[in-house]
């Protein structure tokens, strides 16, 4: 039976963003994953993150006949929304909400004037939740989209970022593997992965990079997942302080509190 995201978060499981924040930072996902601590701060990139791709989605699923002008209205609609039930929500400086909401149309008429309707949709916004040898609980996640071309299939990721990527950034990136991992234990084939990501620039530009994973690669991810999870299981939370980690960590006054209790 096909379940959606928010009903498969309901049980134990893992997902790529779990296993980041624990390489990222053991204390940062021990606070979020096991503590579930209040946020001190959600940065505004979380709602506009997820506002933006709430409508490409309705792009993807309704195709031409939603128009770029609905996009807009839904973008200002479900921005107000995530900005309402955001807790302890801070903007960058010279931010404001207007601010916001221009750029996400900005980037929007962007997005309408570089997609392309070539391509078979073959699922947006599919939950999937598989077995990975070495883990005690599921990993699960949710395919943005799945296009075909032909007899090639490909998973497309929607982000939103501050600049363009570096150009090996997609080949090390760990959702693409756990995502690519997925794809092949539900369907047999490895696929191609398209990061499709907007700039917020003040000029916005959509940049695509494709990468794939080898079969070593993914037995590597089967090999690091059940060591996190093994760590995990045995108490191994400390902080890793790094300005890249700590700038924007919702945790970061809970953090300077702790004396490894
Ligand atoms: S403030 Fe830094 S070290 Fe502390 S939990 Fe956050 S990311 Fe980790």
Sequence with gaps: MERNIESLK???????????????????????????????????????????HAVLSERALKGPSFTREDALENFAV??????????????????????????????????FENWSDDYTVKAVAESFSIEVPGLSRPLIGEFDLVVADGGDEAVCDWKTASSKWPASKADHDLQATAFCYAY???????PLFRFDVYTKAKQPTLNQYYTVRTQDELDRFAYLAGKIERSAEAGLFYPNESCMNCAECPYRERCKKWKGD
């Design 184 to 190: 092949k234990a539900i369907h047999g084939r490895s």
């Design 10 to 52: 309901e049980r134990p499981h893992w997902s790529y963003s779990a296993f980041s924040t624990y390489l990222q930072c053991p204390m940062k996902y021990y606070f979020r994953y096991i503590a579930q601590a209040e946020v001190e701060r959600t940065g505004i990139c979380l709602p506009f993150g997820r506002a933006f």
């Design 78 to 111: 479900f921005f107000k929304g995530e900005t309402e039930v955001s807790e302890n929500l801070i903007y960058k400086q010279d931010e404001t909400f207007d601010s916001c909401l221009q750029k996400g149309f900005d980037m929007l008429s962007v997005a």
